[in-house]
């Protein structure tokens, strides 16, 4: 039986179906991109407890359960929701990473939070916003010169509520 079983082990630690000596077994190729260099996550499962997470390609020889073996943590395996930087942000998520939506609007362009599903408000870095100021634009010339531009963000269906507001 552990002959047979051998015999159908796959070669590579990479390909779905490989354990390792810690019973740790690979799922899928995830198609991320790791935290080594040049790694590739794979999501793996502990054939102990059934948890399932994403490690280095590089990792998976000798990968412990984060779960029950007291391995490190696991990576994400899905996509993370601000891979995209029009995404907007839930209230929610822009909540519980507040500091990464300030890093974005600084780095990536300004961030949108929706609100029940409704775009609620615009987080701006400083000096893009220092630079609308200046420009003396208004917020809805500033959004369509910004990276935002062609975002899904509608000003334009709505030009007499932009007027009423008077910027
Ligand atoms: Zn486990």
Redesign the pocket.
């Known amino acids: 039986m552990s002959r047979a079983r051998q015999a159908r082990t796959p070669a590579s630690t990479t390909e779905p179906g490989f354990e390792n000596r810690n019973r740790q077994q690979v799922v899928r190729p995830t198609g991320l991109r790791g935290t080594d260099h040049n790694a590739r996550v794979y999501e793996i499962v502990?054939r102990?407890?059934?948890?399932r997470y994403g490690a280095n390609g590089t990792d998976i020889h000798d990968r412990k359960?984060p779960?029950?073996?007291g391995g490190k943590p696991g990576l994400p395996t899905e996509p993370r929701l601000e891979s995209s930087p029009i995404e907007p942000w839930t209230v929610a998520d822009a909540k519980a990473r507040f500091s990464e939506v300030l890093e974005k609007a600084r780095t990536e362009g300004p961030q949108v939070i929706t609100r029940n599903g409704k775009k609620a408000a615009v987080v701006v870095g400083i000096d893009e916003w220092e630079k609308k100021t200046k420009r003396q634009g208004t917020l809805a010339e500033f959004l369509h010169n910004s990276p935002w531009r062609g975002a899904d963000i509608d000003l334009e269906r709505s030009p007499e509520k932009m007027r009423e507001i008077e910027f």
């Open positions: 502990c102990d407890c059934g948890y359960c779960k029950c073996q």
